[in-house]
C-alpha cells in the first residue's frame, strides 16, 4: 500500500515532464513549419533560380555562379544598391528625429489622452497604403497643394511651379517618412512608457537638470526602442518598389524597383533578379543581427 | 436520227443525274464539314480561357467579344491578365494554361518557334478576309498563320507646341538636353532600338555587341533629362496633362487624349521613323477550346468591334473597313494608307534574336544614374 502510494505520488511529476516534453515541439511545430514551408523554401527555390540549378523556363540549366559573378562585378546594380541605402538612411533618421519629440510628449507628459492622441497619430492606417501614397501626387505635382498656394500667394508663377517636387528623389523620401512615421512613433512610445519614472525622479535629486536627465537617463534607456523604429523603417524602404513607382519617376528607381522589373519586365531574367533580392536578404539580416547585439550590449550597458 | 436523239436526251439524262448527284455530293460534303465543325464546336465545352493585356476584358473591353458571349453563352471568356510578353511566358511555364492570348508583333517568331503555339486556321474566322493583307503576312512564320492581327498603332514623339521648338523632326527631340526634366521615355526595351535608329545603326534590332554598348551608354548619358519612365498611359497623361512633361515617347492614343485636355500638343513622325506595333492573337498548342477561340477572334475582327475599339481605346485595328469617329485619330494613325505599318511610313516592330541581352541592358539603364 505504501508502495503504492508512493507509486502514485511520484507519478505526476514524469507525467508532466513528460508533457511538458511534448508541448514545447507541438507548440513550436506549427511555427517553425510556417516558416519553413513559406519562408525558408522559398528562400531555397530563390537561390537555386540564382545558380540557375532550377528554372521555370525550358533550355539548358546547370549550376553557374555567372549572376552572381556579374552582380558583383557590375557597378550598376551596386551603385544603385548605395543609392536605395542612402536614400533609406535619410529618411529612416530623419523620421526617427521627427517622431522621438512626439513619442516623448506622448508618453511623458501625463496626458490622460495619450492613448486618444496615439489613436490619432495611427489613424491613416484605416486607408490604403496605395490611396495614402497616390494622395502624394494631388499635393506635389505641378498643379498640386503646394505649387497652387504659391500661385495664389504670388510666391511662383504659374509657368514656373516647382517642378522638382514629384518624380524625383525627394518625393520617394518624402512619401516614405510620412508613411512611415506613425510605425516608428510606436516602438519609441513604448520603451518610454515602460520607463521607471522613479529614476528621473532620482537624477533630479542628485542635481541633474532636465536636459541632463534626458541625455544621461532618458535617451540610454529608449535607444532600444529608437534603434527598433529605426530598423522598423530601414528594412522594409530599403527595398521600397511601391512608392517609388507611383512618385519616383525616373530619378527616385530604387533597389526594389530593379528586383521586381528584372522578374516583370523586358524579358525574364530571373536569375540576376534572384541574385539581388537575396544580396538584400543578407544585407538586412546582418543588419539586424549587427544591430541586435548593439541592443543588447547597450541595455547591457545601461542596466 | 431517232436513237441519236435518245443517246442525246439520255446524255443530257446523264449528264442532268451526274450534276445533281456531284451537286448533292457536294453539298453533303460541304454539309458534312460544316456539320463536323458545328460537332467539334459543340464538344468544346467550358469557359473560353483568354490571357490578355488589362482594359481588354471584363473591365471595359466588353464590346470586343459582345457577338461571341451572345453566340456562346455557356462558353463566356474568362480572363487572365498579363503585363507583359514576357509575363505571359512566365505564366505559361507557371503552368497557366489558356486557350489564346495576345502578344506583340515583334514576339511572333519567339512563339512560333517556341512550341507553346499552334497554327490558326483563317477559313475559321469570317471576318478574316477584312484584316489587313500586310498584318496578316507578319503574323505569319514559315507560311503559317500563328498570329492574327488585331489592334496596331506606333511609337512617336509627342510633344507640347506651345513649350517645345524640336531642331530636326528627329528622335533626337526625346534626348535633348535643352529640356531637362521635362522627357518621358517608355519602359521597355525597345529604347535601345530607337537610340540604334537615332545613332543610325544599320539593324537597330541586331545590333552588334559595340552597337549595343553605344546604344546603352548613350541613353545613361541622356537619362539625367528624363522625367519619367512611363510603363502606364494613365501615368504618362497625369504628367503630361499637369505639366510635368512637354517631351514623350508616346502612342498615338496619347496624343488624342492630350487634345482633349486642350493642350498644344504635336505627334511627330521622326525622320528615322517611327516604330508600328500590331498585336497578334495566338491559340495555344493544346487549346481543348480552339473552335472557340476562333470564334472569339473572330467577333474582335469584326467591323463593329474594329470601330470600337478605335473610338474607345484610340489604336488602329487591323479590319480594314473600320474608320473611327476621329478625324484626329484617323490622321494620326494613318488609317487610310493599308501600310502605314511598314516601309517608307514606318519600322514594323520585329523578333529581337537576342532579346534576353536587350532586356538586361535596358534594365541596366533604369538602374543607372
Known amino acids: 500500500m505504501a508502495v503504492a502510494e508512493a507509486g502514485t505520488a511520484a507519478a505526476p511529476p514524469r ?3 513528460r508533457r511538458l516534453s511534448l508541448a514545447t515541439p507541438s507548440l513550436l511545430g506549427v511555427p517553425l513549419a510556417w516558416l519553413g514551408v513559406f519562408f525558408l523554401a522559398p528562400i531555397a527555390i530563390v537561390a537555386a533560380y540564382s545558380f540557375d540549378v532550377y528554372s521555370l523556363y525550358p533550355g539548358t540549366h546547370g549550376f553557374t555562379t555567372a549572376a552572381w559573378h556579374d552582380f558583383l562585378h557590375s557597378p550598376v546594380y551596386l551603385r544603385l544598391f548605395w543609392k536605395s541605402v542612402q536614400m533609406s538612411l535619410i529618411v529612416s533618421a530623419v523620421v526617427v528625429a521627427l517622431a522621438y519629440p512626439l513619442a516623448y510628449y506622448l ?3 501625463g496626458t490622460k489622452r495619450k492613448y486618444v492622441l496615439l489613436l490619432l497619430l495611427i489613424a491613416p492606417f484605416l486607408t490604403s497604403y496605395l490611396l495614402r501614397v497616390l494622395a502624394w501626387k494631388v499635393i506635389l505635382g505641378n498643379q498640386g497643394v503646394i505649387n497652387s498656394f504659391l500661385f495664389w500667394t504670388g510666391m511662383r508663377s504659374p509657368d514656373h511651379p516647382i517642378s522638382q517636387l514629384l518624380y524625383s528623389r525627394f518625393a520617394v523620401m518624402l512619401v516614405l517618412g510620412y508613411v512611415w512615421l506613425p510605425f516608428v512613433a510606436l516602438p519609441i512610445f513604448v520603451s518610454l512608457e515602460s520607463m521607471d519614472r522613479r529614476l528621473l525622479e532620482a537624477a533630479s535629486d542628485l542635481g541633474a537638470s532636465r536636459l541632463w536627465a534626458f541625455f544621461r537617463v532618458t535617451l540610454p534607456l529608449s535607444l532600444p526602442g529608437v534603434v527598433a523604429a529605426f530598423l522598423f523603417v530601414f528594412i522594409p524602404t530599403l527595398g521600397e518598389f511601391v512608392t517609388p513607382s507611383l512618385v519616383g519617376g525616373a530619378s ?3 533597389y526594389g524597383n530593379q528586383i521586381v522589373d528584372l522578374f516583370g519586365t523586358g524579358f525574364p531574367d530571373w536569375e540576376t533578379g534572384s541574385v539581388l533580392a537575396l544580396f538584400l536578404l543578407g544585407v538586412v539580416a546582418a543588419l539586424t543581427v549587427v544591430f541586435s547585439r548593439f541592443l543588447r550590449s547597450g541595455q547591457a550597458a545601461v542596466g | 436520227m431517232g436513237n441519236h436523239e435518245e443517246t442525246e436526251r439520255l446524255s443530257r439524262q446523264r449528264l442532268l443525274k451526274i450534276a445533281a448527284a456531284g451537286g448533292a455530293g457536294l453539298l453533303t460534303t460541304r454539309l458534312g464539314t460544316a456539320q463536323a465543325a458545328l460537332d467539334a464546336l459543340a464538344a468544346e465545352s467550358g469557359r473560353l480561357k483568354v490571357l490578355d493585356w488589362p482594359g481588354y476584358g471584363n473591365d471595359g473591353g466588353q464590346s470586343m467579344f459582345a457577338s461571341y458571349v451572345k453566340k456562346y453563352p455557356h462558353n463566356k471568356p474568362q480572363f487572365t491578365v498579363m503585363a507583359n510578353e514576357s509575363d505571359a511566358l512566365a505564366k505559361f511555364h507557371a503552368g497557366l494554361k489558356p486557350d489564346l492570348f495576345r502578344p506583340y ?4 517568331k519567339y512563339f512560333a518557334t517556341s512550341g507553346l503555339v499552334q497554327p490558326w486556321d483563317p477559313k475559321l474566322i469570317s471576318n478574316f478576309k477584312h484584316l489587313n ?5 507578319a503574323g505569319q512564320y514559315k507560311g503559317k498563320q500563328y498570329g492574327i492581327p488585331a489592334d496596331w498603332g506606333f511609337d512617336a514623339i509627342l510633344y507640347r507646341s506651345d513649350k517645345v521648338t524640336p531642331k530636326a523632326r528627329s528622335w533626337g527631340l526625346i534626348f535633348d538636353d535643352r529640356y531637362k526634366g521635362k522627357i518621358a521615355w517608355f519602359d521597355d526595351l525597345n529604347m535601345l532600338t530607337v537610340a540604334g535608329l537615332y545613332l543610325g545603326f544599320p539593324r ?10 553605344k546604344a546603352q551608354q548613350f ?7 528624363v522625367r519619367l519612365i512611363w510603363s502606364s498611359e494613365t501615368d504618362l497623361w497625369q504628367a503630361f496633362g499637369s505639366g510635368e ?3 514623350a515617347y508616346a502612342w498615338p492614343n496619347d496624343w488624342v487624349q492630350m487634345k482633349k485636355k486642350k493642350l498644344k500638343v504635336v505627334y511627330m513622325r521622326p525622320r528615322e521613323k517611327p516604330v508600328a506595333w500590331v498585336g497578334m492573337f495566338m491559340v495555344l498548342k493544346g487549346s481543348p477550346r480552339r473552335r472557340l477561340a476562333h470564334a472569339y477572334v473572330d467577333a474582335w475582327s469584326s467591323t463593329r468591334s474594329a470601330k470600337w475599339l478605335e473610338d474607345n481605346y484610340g489604336y488602329g485595328h487591323a479590319n480594314v473597313l473600320a474608320r473611327p469617329s476621329s478625324s484626329d485619330l484617323l490622321k494620326a494613325l494613318q488609317l487610310t494608307n493599308t501600310r502605314a505599318v511598314t516601309e517608307p511610313a514606318a519600322h514594323l516592330d520585329r523578333d529581337i534574336p537576342r532579346r534576353a541581352q536587350y532586356a538586361r541592358m535596358w534594365e541596366e539603364v533604369k538602374a543607372s544614374g
Not at chain 2, 493583307?133 to 503576312?137: A, N, Q, R, T, W
Open chain 2, 245 to 247: 512633361l512637354w517631351i
Open chain 2, 105 to 108: 508583333v515583334g514576339w511572333v
Open chain 2, 204 to 213: 537597330p534590332w541586331r545590333q552588334s555587341d559595340s552597337e549595343l554598348r
Open chain 1, 107 to 109: 508618453a511623458l507628459s
Open chain 1, 15 to 17: 507525467r508532466r515532464r
Open chain 1, 252 to 254: 527616385g528607381y530604387m
Open chain 2, 219 to 225: 541613353l545613361i548619358k541622356k537619362k539625367k533629362n
Open chain 2, 133 to 137: 493583307p500586310f498584318m496578316v503576312k
